[in-house]
């Protein structure tokens, strides 16, 4: 580039100073015809030596513009080629794994390639950041109830333990750990796959979130655990996938089931929970999902929806959680242009999720 653009330079400095010449010997001639004629002055070799002279010196003029013409700007166009390297350069260090690598800070069109640059490897480091850690966040998880199975089963060679009801059921608990696992990963991978993917339609909130609710009854029966569907503002149309949105809801009832706070445990001897679709809000619906449950530091609240994550003292224990489930509901709703949310209030905790209505979402 830096070749071209003084071969370019030349090329324009070249015609203009040819244009210049043909202009000024073209001028000279017109002048002396006019002298002699007006002066009846006839051509002499003194005339000749002043024309020879003359043109010599601008030739001498047009060598030494042109080189101090190319001399400045082979020096300007190193000047502004050297960011456009810099930036070369990180590239191509983002292109060998090296996401660390950044354009320099500079201002006008090349600042906004550079903070373009920059924001795309800071993107990068990102997702390289979470990826290494879902990979160990996925082997921790897989490791230990691998690691009990194959505890029993050595048991059960060596004479340790006696096959019975009771080392079947725990091996049917850590296989079944196992499935869901692959079945949240499952879910998490086509979540963060589907844009552009969603089939919308029409839909009834209230009538599809009353069926969902109906399905996790046999549950809520088990725990003593009830919920309460409320509507409030006219409902408008909701365009949506039918299926994403059930998986969305699945998950975040099976969260307030699993985490709702035992009935016999302060502040409350109450087992029920809330949903309320809330239509009130211009061109969104807003749908919240609150119970009872063990408070959450505050600074934990904003992590909740990462992968895995999982709050030591309050959630520890429950096996069957690997910490997925709000993950899947916040790129499910990402998918629909909406916002996901948690609050706590009070021994009270709210998941909430808007949506946009009145017309089909753009993707």
């Known amino acids: 580039m830096l070749v071209q653009l003084v071969v370019a330079n030349i090329i324009v400095a070249a015609a203009v100073t040819a244009t210049l010449y ?34 010599q010196s601008l030739w001498w003029g047009i060598v030494v513009a042109l080189a101090l013409g190319i001399a400045l700007s082979l020096l300007l166009t190193r000047a502004l080629l050297r960011p456009i390297s810099d930036m070369i350069r990180a590239t191509e260090k983002i292109g060998e794994g090296d996401l660390s690598a950044r354009a320099p800070s500079l201002k ?13 490897a800071g993107a990068l480091e990102q997702q390289e950041a979470g990826r290494q850690q879902l990979l160990r966040d996925l ?15 050595e048991g059960l060679e060596d004479g340790v333990f006696t096959p019975g009801p ?6 049917n608990t850590e296989v079944a750990r196992l499935n869901d696992l692959i079945d949240d990963l499952s879910e998490l991978s086509l979540s963060e796959n589907i844009a552009g993917g969603l089939e919308l339609e029409p ?81 969104n619906v807003k749908i919240r999902f609150e119970n009872w449950a063990e408070p959450i530091p505050d600074k ?31 790129r499910l709703v990402k998918a629909h242009a909406g916002k996901t949310w948690v609050e706590q209030s009070q021994g009270r905790f709210s998941l909430n999720i808007s949506l946009p209505v009145n017309a089909p979402v753009a993707l």
């Open 203 to 283: 839909l009834d909130l209230k009538q599809q979130l009353a069926g969902i609710i109906a399905a996790h009854r046999a549950k809520m029966l088990e725990t003593s655990f009830r919920i309460q569907l409320a509507e409030v503002g006219t409902p408008q149309a909701l365009y949506a996938d039918k299926k994403r949105l059930q998986q969305v809801f699945n998950n975040a009832i099976s969260n307030m089931i699993r985490y709702a706070i035992p009935p016999d445990r302060p502040p409350t001897n109450s087992r029920d929970g809330e949903i309320t679709i809330d239509w009130s809000t211009p061109h």
């Open 108 to 120: 006008g069109e090349l600042g906004s390639l550079s903070w373009h640059l920059n924001d795309m």
């Open 300 to 330: 934990d609240l904003p992590r909740l929806f990462d992968r895995f994550f999982r709050v030591d003292k309050s959630r520890t224990g429950k096996s069957s959680n690997v910490g997925l489930g709000l993950a899947i509901v916040k």
């Open 22 to 55: 043909w202009i000024f010997t073209r001028l000279k001639d017109a002048y002396f015809i006019s002298l002699t004629e007006e002066f009846a002055i006839s051509p002499t070799k003194l005339n000749s030596m002043f024309t020879m002279d003359v043109e």
């Open 139 to 153: 082997s921790h998880e897989l490791r230990t109830p691998l690691t009990n199975v194959k505890g029993y089963i």
């Open 166 to 171: 009771e080392v079947f059921k725990v091996l």
